[in-house]
């Protein structure tokens, strides 16, 4: 097997797994994290593990899959503004807290494991997605009237989350969040 199956599936026990990997990540790091010890802590056997993550950063990219569809539902308030600063906010206490902070450390180990890598801007796509379909209801909507780089812009939102959540480690506040999303507004097409 060589992808990573989907995040809507899992093995029974799936709950388990997942907690069993971020306790660990938490306890011991990604370097730390074995497929041995998730199996140990989840009560899985390893051979099922291996059936449907074949390797660690797989494991590792499917429980932050798993983490970011409960954590971080993609808003739709009614306005691209108040989507946009709701994504914000929802990104940045996801990454200030819980599973988020733990991205830090994998995240840190990309450069040195070209599959986490892979992975790795496989869930950064997803955020490319959130905001795609943010600024598609927006388009839907009139808000927007000419082309938007989804990918720039998802870049533009979240690397000050990033930079102030795994760097400074200094909040983002809504106040924060609302004057990086109308700085970046006023530099869309917009009606």
Do not use: Q
């Not at 993609?74 to 990454?95: C, N, Q």
């Amino acid at each position: 097997m060589t992808g990573v199956r989907p995040a809507s599936r899992g093995p029974r026990g799936a709950e388990a797994i997942h907690a069993a990997v971020l306790a660990l990540l938490a306890e011991d790091g990604y370097v730390g994290l074995t497929v041995e010890g998730v199996a140990r802590r989840s009560g899985v056997n390893k051979t099922t593990l291996y059936r449907w993550w074949p390797s660690k950063p797989s494991l590792v990219a499917a429980t932050f899959r798993h983490a970011i569809a409960r954590s971080l539902p993609v808003p739709d308030t009614g306005t691209l503004r108040a989507d946009l600063v709701a994504l914000v906010r929802s990104k940045a206490a996801f990454f200030a807290d819980g599973p988020g902070r733990l991205a830090a450390d994998v995240l840190a180990h990309t450069g040195a494991d070209t599959e986490l890598a892979r992975l790795a801007d496989e869930l950064l796509g997803e955020h490319c997605a959130h905001v795609a379909e943010v600024t598609g209801r927006a388009r839907a909507r009139g808000e927007l009237t000419g082309p938007v780089d989804d990918l720039l812009l998802a870049d533009l939102l979240l690397g000050p989350v990033w930079l102030r959540a795994v760097v400074t480690r200094r909040p983002l506040s809504g106040a924060d969040a609302e004057a990086l999303v109308d700085t970046l507004l006023a530099g869309l097409p917009r009606a």
